[in-house]
């Protein structure tokens, strides 16, 4: 990857700012003024945005951190102590003109980080997946091959890597094989099945759960990977005192025809050629508070964004997480399922 896939004019949109941090899969870019080093923007600083203004059509410079942290040629050589002492995810390196002649990224391992987000995680396991037949005609959901692991174990693997050790699976449909696999697998962390007898719908099934938890729990479809830092996400939850922090992507997608828009006289209003149209949308993860188990009707259907649309009716504090659309890998259809296949052997 070359210098300039890390560069972004700061008259460029957020949208494309962040296709860009998509692109070369790293956490922060740098912000140009005809050419010079000027900025910098992460996703934490896009995220931010996001939840303080609610306006996702911004432009690279109204959100860019125009202090950033960088370091001449001569001081190369100290970067990786200067990174690990602010904390920043890369540094520009820049000759006497102010141009980045290199740049240094963030390494994890190199710098020992251990996670410990050590929290309940319950992952939602009881569904048909009838959209994603013929699969689901022989195997649950939960363990549809994606490479060489089930969906649910890819899942369960990445909350480990992070610090997780305890999780709870709902079961249903063909729960009996889920139970089977999960016995022959040799594992380093704890998994308690839930028995969903009758279909309780994505939220009913947490009233199973009932005295189980004292603080805080992930909940997660079973058909999603989220390639994020968790503890980051925990952290934002417990800060902002929320009740349900739901995680959401923020997706850009380009309308291939021209859209038309028309008068109360039926007249054209406006012409717009195959514009974009940029939005967040609910992952299927969330972090949720056990009030929301205890104050659960017993044995009733019952989707989670209902759950959540009673709270927000009744004022309590239900807040977003927005992270990158490449971040949100979905096999919820057949076609998903294919791009996500894709997308994890390319990781390895």
């Not at 692109?23 to 922060?28: F, H, L, N």
């Not at 649950?140 to 174990?153: A, D, F, R």
Request: aromatic residues 8%.
């Amino acid at each position: 990857m070359e210098i300039k896939d890390f560069l972004i004019d700061e008259e460029s949109t957020m949208v494309e700012a962040m296709e860009q941090l998509d692109k070369v899969s790293k956490k922060i870019i740098f912000v140009t003024r005809n050419g010079k080093f000027i900025a910098a923007i992460t996703n934490g600083d896009i995220r931010r945005w996001i939840l303080k203004k609610g306006n996702i059509d911004a432009l690279v410079k109204d959100i860019a951190n125009y202090k950033p942290r960088y370091l001449m040629e001569s001081e190369k050589s100290t970067a990786n102590e200067f990174m690990k002492e602010h904390f920043i995810e890369g540094l520009p390196i820049l000759n006497s003109e102010k141009e980045i002649v290199s740049i240094v990224l963030w390494n994890e391992e190199e710098f020992g980080i251990k996670r410990t987000l050590d929290i309940p995680v319950v992952i939602m396991a009881g569904g048909l997946g009838t959209r994603l037949y013929p699969y689901t005609k022989i195997l649950p959901k939960p363990l549809i091959p994606i490479g060489e692991m089930p969906i649910v174990e890819h899942i369960i693997n990445r909350f480990v890597k992070q610090g997780g050790k305890q999780f709870h699976l709902i079961v249903n449909h063909k729960k009996n094989m889920i139970k089977a696999y999960f016995n022959e697998v040799n594992k380093h962390y704890t998994i308690d099945f839930i028995d969903e007898d009758e279909p309780l719908g994505t939220g009913g099934g947490l009233s199973l759960l009932k005295g189980r938890f004292k603080s805080a729990f992930v909940l997660s479809n079973c058909d999603i990977l989220i390639k994020e830092d968790y503890e980051k996400i925990y952290k934002y939850h417990v800060e902002n005192k929320n009740l349900i922090t739901m995680v959401c992507s923020l997706k850009n997608i380009k309308i291939p025809y021209g859209v038309i828009e028309i008068n109360e006289n039926g007249e054209i209003d406006v012409m717009k050629e195959k514009p974009e149209i940029s939005f967040l949308a609910n992952t299927g993860m969330y972090i949720v508070e056990p009030k929301v188990i205890e104050e659960m009707d017993d044995n009733t259907k019952i989707g989670f964004p209902d759950i959540i649309e009673k709270y927000k009716s009744k004022g309590e504090k239900i807040s977003v997480f927005p992270i990158s659309e490449k971040n949100w890998l979905d096999m919820g259809q057949l076609d998903e399922m294919e791009e996500m296949r894709r997308k994890l052997e390319n990781e390895e």
